[in-house]
């Protein structure tokens, strides 16, 4: 199974659902190997916490899925690398919980939608670099621009859009990047 930010070489935090399962394979005393092995079966969920590819040492995530300022902090515990993140839709979210987060992971943010001026209030003197994307290819194209190597660029909009589905939004952002990766 394919876990976010697994290609660094850094420490990854535990994942709730694999210690889950490794105190459910103490009570039922089921052997490591067996559960190594069934969670390397499962596919990555679609859509959330997804690694793209890797383009000139800038690695992609789509996590389109993360419609919900909780399902976006969720991801970023799982983070250790600076972030360039595409967020936003139509919803009107309070993203103040996200505050802490952004100032330990997020390098540079772009906005999307109509969230772009609620989230640059939000995020003001806690990310230097706030730009705002007409769209998610808009979005992907400046995030290769301001992207360094080793950052991650993260599709977690932590907000529904009224035009677009989470899968809609992430078909497009992952068809972008791959773009990207036949025109380099």
């Known amino acids: 199974m394919r876990y976010l930010f697994e290609k660094t070489n850094q420490q990854v935090k535990k994942r709730p659902e694999n210690m889950a399962s490794g105190i459910s394979s103490k009570i039922l005393e089921i052997r490591k190997d067996s559960i190594k092995r069934s969670m390397g079966d499962l596919q990555t969920m679609s859509h959330r916490q997804r690694y793209i590819g890797t383009i000139d040492g800038v690695m992609y ?43 330990k992971n997020v390098r540079v943010i772009i906005s999307l939608g109509a969230e772009k001026e609620n989230i640059r209030m939000t995020f003001k003197g806690v990310v230097n670099e706030i730009y705002e994307a007409g769209n998610i290819e808009e979005a992907v194209s400046m995030a290769s621009i301001v992207a360094q190597e080793n950052d991650i660029v993260l599709f977690s909009p932590a907000c529904k859009d009224d035009a677009l589905d989470y899968t809609q939004r992430g078909e497009t952002f992952v068809n972008e990047v791959k773009k990207m990766n036949i025109e380099k």
Request: hydrophobic share 35%; with cysteine; glycine share 4%.
């Open 61 to 103: 995530y789509d996590d389109s899925q993360a419609e919900s300022v909780n399902a976006t902090w969720f991801t970023f515990e799982n983070i250790i690398n600076p972030v360039v993140w595409i967020v936003g839709g139509s919803c009107h979210n309070n993203y103040s919980e996200l505050i802490d987060t952004a100032k």
